[in-house]
């Protein structure tokens, strides 16, 4: 208790002391304020995709997912079809086959499965999946997958209200 009150007679004895410790307090608290501002910021450009539960994330401080290419989609809940027994390959398969889908004109960015509307369908000759599907945010889709067991080849069909909206190139 002694030497804090040594100190701070020193303190107000020596200006150039004091000084020094009033910017650094200052430099504190802005330090402090713009880190919370950060954070405030980053959750405000977090995005909770209701169809598949996963979390899209851009944070300020990061270079973002699509660096040098721009046209890659963001895709959300294909690890379900996974899960429910389709091969990687024949997922992957399938994001090559929807990826030139263009809705309005418009090249999509970004395709949601909605994991709890997926149902999978066995078949003798072939695996069927059946689920919701969402085309950028806002283009909803009720999606048939077909699977041929033996050759992996896949097919899909999709309908909903703006199918008419739906090009392939």
């Known amino acids: ?48 995709d209701p169809l598949s539960g996963e979390t899209v994330y851009n944070p300020t401080d990061r270079t973002p997912e699509t660096y ?32 030139p889908i263009k809705i309005d004109g418009k090249k999509i960015t970004e395709v949601s499965i909605g994991i709890d509307s997926v149902q999978h369908i066995l078949d003798t000759k072939d695996d069927i999946y059946e689920f919701n599907m969402r085309f950028n945010r806002k283009y909803d889709f009720k999606t048939s997958l077909k699977i041929d067991k033996n050759d992996e080849t896949l097919t899909f069909n999709l309908s909903g209200d703006e199918i008419d909206l739906v090009t392939f190139n």
């Open 68 to 99: 040098n290419q721009p046209l890659q989609i963001t895709y959300l809940g294909f690890s379900e079809l996974i899960n429910r027994g389709a091969s990687f390959e024949s997922v992957q398969a399938f994001k090559d086959k929807i990826a």
């Open 1 to 48: 208790m002694q030497y804090l009150r040594i100190l701070f007679e020193n303190i107000r004895q020596n200006k150039l002391l004091s000084i020094f410790l009033i910017i650094f307090i200052v430099i504190c608290i802005i330090g402090v304020f713009f880190s919370l501002y950060q954070k405030i910021s980053d959750k405000e450009r977090a995005y909770n």
